[in-house]
């Protein structure tokens, strides 16, 4: 398949680990793929990789991180060996400079990545690299360094971002069918209905969507400020997992352009 001038860009609410495993969830997650024109690369940001620094991966062979504890054998038996892409790292960093971006060699691929991408691109040959968050920046600079990416969009590299739109383990209900906690249905509806009509202004400031962004809202947040800066006004948005689980994490996901 030809990659066309310009790639769409992604955020996924990847929830649980257990979703690496399938269910609902990675079946949407497959046909998103499939519907998505094939990517020469993929550039990640996943909620999982947090400094006080800007870096990216840079390793020939990203190792398959499991990065969580108390989940089933088969989840740490999961591998998923994709190549790295090292022009890519240096691409980025120099779209990024004259910030400081290092060039990573011990991280890897951790779980907010391989657990959607395991069903994505299931064969593993798609390279990918990560880009860290710095949690040192305000959400504007997050917002901001998506926008300096979104050249990779006309290079055939699809931009993901991979978290939560709410997150809050502590609030969480460990039952499979709790129903959704008020006020994170709230919240989710307030960044649902912004994502529809692309107002972007609201979404870098989500303490301006309501009082629950306090409990709703950490790191799990962030990457999908990369994606947004990295899409254009006016590009279609469609959104997909619209639901939450354990009561108070949301998955819902969006596809731009």
């Not at 993929?42 to 062979?61: K, Q």
């Not at 400081?100 to 991280?107: F, L, P």
């Not at 939560?164 to 906690?181: G, I, K, M």
């Amino acid at each position: 398949m030809n990659t066309p001038s310009r790639m769409p860009v992604v955020f996924v609410g990847h929830g649980s680990p257990m979703n690496a495993l399938g269910g609902p969830n990675a079946q949407v997650w497959r046909e998103l793929a499939a519907g998505l024109p094939r990517p020469k690369a993929i550039l990640a940001i996943s909620a999982h990789w947090c400094l006080n620094e800007t870096a990216v991966t840079a390793m020939a062979a990203p190792k398959t991180i499991h990065d969580f504890g108390g989940f089933p054998q088969p989840l740490f038996d999961m591998q998923y060996p994709a190549p790295g892409d090292a022009h890519l790292a240096a691409r980025a960093a120099a779209l990024l400079a004259p910030m400081s971006v290092r060039a990573d060699q011990d991280w890897g691929l951790d779980h907010g990545t391989w657990s959607v991408l395991t069903h994505m691109y299931p064969h593993a040959d798609v390279p990918v690299v990560q880009l860290a968050m710095d949690l040192s920046q305000p959400m504007p600079a997050h917002y901001d360094i998506g926008k300096r990416l979104a050249p990779l969009r006309d290079e055939g590299v699809l931009i993901l971002g991979s978290g939560d739109v709410v997150h809050n383990l502590r609030a969480a209900v460990r039952s499979e069918n709790a129903p959704p906690l008020p006020w994170a249905q709230h919240f989710h509806d307030a960044v649902r209905g912004r994502l529809s009509a692309g107002d972007h202004a609201a979404l870098i400031d989500p303490g301006g969507l309501g009082p629950e962004a306090g409990m709703a809202v950490d790191e799990h947040y962030l990457p999908l400020l990369y994606v947004l800066g990295a899409s254009e006004p006016g590009e279609p948005v469609a959104l997909f997992n619209d639901h939450i689980e354990l009561g108070s994490i949301s998955m819902l996901g969006a596809r731009i352009g």
